[in-house]
Nanobody, 114 residues
Framework: QVQLLESGGGLVQAGGSLRLSCASSRIIFRINDMGWYRQAPGKQRELVAGITSGGSTRYADSVKGRFTISRDNAKNTVYLQMNSLKPEDTAIYYC????????WGQGTQVTVSS
């Protein structure tokens, strides 16, 4: 069974930083276009950052300049470095492919206090 395991979330004050990690024993990230998504209470899940198999990245306007997506092929892990966090970044964060989603993992909670 395909599993996506997100980790690294937590409670942080506004202006702080967190680094999220996404790992899988079944999915080879370097050959997939991957993304980090988030879902805040009462809102739809949204894409915040993506990285292609070729390494190109893109970001939602709301996180551009603050978040950085990266991939470590040796560790088969995708990261999301989040800096200058804002209360509106509070959400559950998930990783998945950009299309043809795998089953969603449990995500990792990020809470930013003001």
């Amino acid at each position: 069974q395909v599993q996506l395991l997100e980790s690294g979330g937590g409670l942080v004050q506004a202006g702080g930083s967190l680094r999220l990690s996404c790992a899988s024993s079944r999915i080879i990230f370097r050959i997939n276009d991957m993304g980090w998504y988030r879902q805040a209470p009462g809102k739809q899940r949204e894409l915040v950052a993506g990285i292609t198999s070729g390494g190109s990245t893109r970001y939602a306007d709301s996180v551009k300049g603050r978040f950085t997506i990266s991939r470590d092929n040796a560790k088969n892990t995708v990261y999301l470095q989040m800096n200058s966090l804002k209360p509106e970044d509070t959400a559950i964060y998930y990783c998945n492919r950009r299309t043809s989603y795998y089953p969603w993992g449990q995500g990792t909670q990020v809470t930013v206090s003001s």
